[in-house]
């Protein structure tokens, strides 16, 4: 009888699931422009913020050795990599759900927590992929401005959320603006926030921040089980193109989570390169140095040459160009240099992720040559 009951409850389930699939919109495969397409070799990328150091040579290691175990499926290892992201954070593996990159994990969220009826709360601009997903629940945007230093105004997003509320998006450190929110500020924020509205706090750059101020709120998912952090493996730990992601929570968010996830979404080779990487930091520590290093060194520069840009807690800087970008961004892919999109309200600033030391100082000579400085350095 219950497996009776089972079958008819999974039919209608997958019936449903057919049935959204061919009435909502479909999501367009993101892409700087079709320049990517033709990118040769020697093309520089600061488009994407990924890491230019790649992954750890000990997670290189692990996927040449995962051979034996490829054609078997890599329950082991997912376990092995859960929990040790659960000891880590001094929870359970219960506590944590992987993801196909932390898009799947904000996907997840989106699916388990939205709907018709339903609003998502989320700055103005941040990373775009809760409110492209939140289209397909068919839930409606709530955009907030950000405060004038471009961070989010945290006081209007939890003034914005009601009982229609299902998500509210908090991308810290914010993604294209490099900016943070304190632990002090979203101390006040997260009591303020229903407790029927889950508070998704996105830290995909939260080992490039360096400001005493900031921190992760992971232990906070223990006290309020309406929140939840995104985590990824693509930028500290130079793991963009193997996707691998994970969300830390309450036990039942995550459980609710992990519903709406693809079955059997690990990869063996991928998880086995996670878990060797979660193990080496020392690799992490250098791409921090180095990355970081070179983003003040950026940063230098472009005071030098009077140049307006916003302080940065990620591998990227904004730069305001006093103009449309579009025309700057065409001029640095014809010398083969990618660099951020133009953004939705922000049409005068140029993303540039953090490259290597020399691809960052290629960079510079470009700028230089394409949009000089309004300012000289002797002035």
């Keep these: 009888m219950s497996d009776s009951l089972f079958s008819r409850r999974h039919f209608s389930r997958t019936l449903g699931s057919l049935a959204v699939a061919f009435t909502v919109p479909r999501l367009p495969l993101r892409l700087d422009d079709k320049l990517e397409l033709t990118a040769s070799e020697n093309t520089i990328h600061l488009n994407f913020n990924e890491n230019p150091y790649g992954p750890s040579p000990k997670a290189l290691q692990a996927l040449d050795s995962c051979g034996p175990v490829a054609a078997r499926y890599p329950h082991n290892t997912y376990l092995q990599l859960t929990d040790a992201l659960a000891k880590n954070y001094g929870m359970s593996r219960e506590n944590i759900a992987l993801g196909c990159g932390s898009t799947e994990i904000l996907r997840c969220v989106d699916m388990a927590?939205?709907?018709?009826?339903?609003?998502?709360?989320?700055?103005?601009?941040?990373?775009?992929?809760?409110?492209?997903?939140?289209?397909?629940?068919?839930?409606?945007?709530?955009?907030?401005?950000?405060?004038?230093?471009?961070?989010?105004?945290?006081?209007?997003?939890?003034?914005?959320?009601?009982?229609?509320?299902?998500?509210?998006?908090?991308?810290?450190?914010?993604?294209p603006t490099g900016t943070i929110v304190t632990r002090e500020e979203l101390a006040t924020f997260v009591p303020a926030v229903p407790s029927s509205t889950l508070i998704l706090v996105d830290e995909a750059y939260f080992d490039f921040a360096e400001d005493p101020r900031y921190g992760s709120v992971a232990e906070w998912t223990q006290k309020y089980p309406n929140l939840v952090i995104a985590r990824t493996f693509s930028k500290i730990y130079g793991m963009a193109g193997m996707r691998l992601g994970y969300?830390?929570?309450?036990?039942?968010?995550?459980?609710?989570?992990?519903?709406?996830?693809?079955?059997?979404?690990?990869?063996?080779?991928?998880?086995?390169?996670?878990?060797?990487?979660?193990?080496?930091?020392?690799?992490?520590?250098?791409?921090?140095?180095?990355?970081?290093?070179?983003?003040?060194?950026?940063?230098?520069?472009?005071?030098?040459?009077?140049?307006?840009?916003?302080?940065?807690?990620?591998?990227?800087?904004?730069?305001?160009?006093?103009?449309?970008?579009?025309?700057?961004?065409?001029?640095?892919?014809?010398?083969?240099?990618?660099?951020?999109?133009?953004?939705?309200?922000?049409?005068?600033?140029?993303?540039?992720?953090?490259?290597?030391?020399?691809?960052?100082?290629?960079?510079?000579?470009?700028?230089?040559?394409?949009?000089?400085?309004?300012?000289?350095?002797?002035?």
């Design 113 to 175: 927590f939205l709907g018709p009826g339903k609003n998502v709360v989320a700055a103005q601009p941040t990373f775009e992929a809760v409110l492209d997903y939140a289209r397909i629940t068919h839930a409606d945007p709530v955009k907030i401005p950000l405060t004038a230093d471009h961070r989010h105004d945290l006081p209007k997003m939890a003034a914005a959320c009601t009982s229609k509320t299902g998500v509210v998006y908090v991308c810290n450190p914010n993604n």
């Design 247 to 379: 969300a830390v929570g309450a036990k039942e968010t995550i459980a609710r989570i992990s519903e709406q996830a693809l079955q059997d979404n690990g990869n063996a080779a991928v998880l086995a390169a996670g878990l060797a990487s979660l193990a080496d930091t020392e690799h992490v520590m250098s791409c921090r140095d180095k990355m970081n290093g070179t983003r003040s060194w950026l940063c230098s520069e472009l005071s030098k040459d009077g140049r307006s840009f916003i302080p940065s807690q990620t591998n990227f800087v904004m730069i305001d160009m006093h103009t449309d970008v579009q025309p700057i961004i065409d001029q640095f892919a014809a010398r083969n240099i990618l660099v951020g999109r133009r953004f939705p309200s922000m049409n005068n600033f140029l993303r540039i992720t953090i490259g290597t030391q020399q691809e960052t100082e290629m960079f510079v000579t470009a700028l230089r040559e394409i949009a000089p400085a309004r300012v000289s350095q002797a002035a």
